[in-house]
């Protein structure tokens, strides 16, 4: 296992963490090259059937990046985000995944440094978990 390095998914609101991401590269912000944007053009369209297909293909860790609150490009997008969110990490311990597993955050584009931050503490906290056991079986280990 030393030679692991996580598989993180983010889903990124095209607004808001997004932009974040753009912002931390063109500030050259370091961040974990285990870190795959898919950019979504709203957290409020990110299917909780979205994350466990991600969860079910093997990614380590699953991160959902919005609009703060009152930002939501479309008005509603992350609150509705939010509320389904906090039902999938119920979901999800009762299917065996640990709920650190899967975050969501706020994160605006004016907030490059803090995307930087906020990636390089879920990698850890993922290396920290360690992999997902789905991932293994996955990938014959």
Request: aromatic share 10%.
């Amino acid at each position: 296992m030393s030679d692991w390095k996580p598989n993180i998914v983010v889903f990124a609101c095209n607004w808001c963490t997004y932009q974040g991401a753009d912002l931390a590269g063109i500030l050259r912000c370091d961040y974990p090259s285990t870190i795959s944007i898919i950019r979504v053009p709203c957290t409020g369209c990110v299917e909780p059937e979205f994350i466990v297909a991600a969860l079910k293909n093997g990614a380590d860790g699953v991160f959902v990046g919005g609009c703060h609150p009152g930002d939501c490009h479309y008005q509603e997008g992350n609150n509705k985000a939010a509320a389904r969110f906090k039902l999938l990490k119920t979901v999800l311990t009762e299917m065996g995944f640990e709920p650190d597993r899967v975050r969501m955050e706020w994160i605006s584009g004016s907030e490059g440094k803090r995307f930087a931050e906020t990636m390089t503490e879920f990698n850890e906290s993922i290396e920290r978990i360690g992999p997902n056991p789905i991932g293994r079986y996955i990938n014959g280990g």
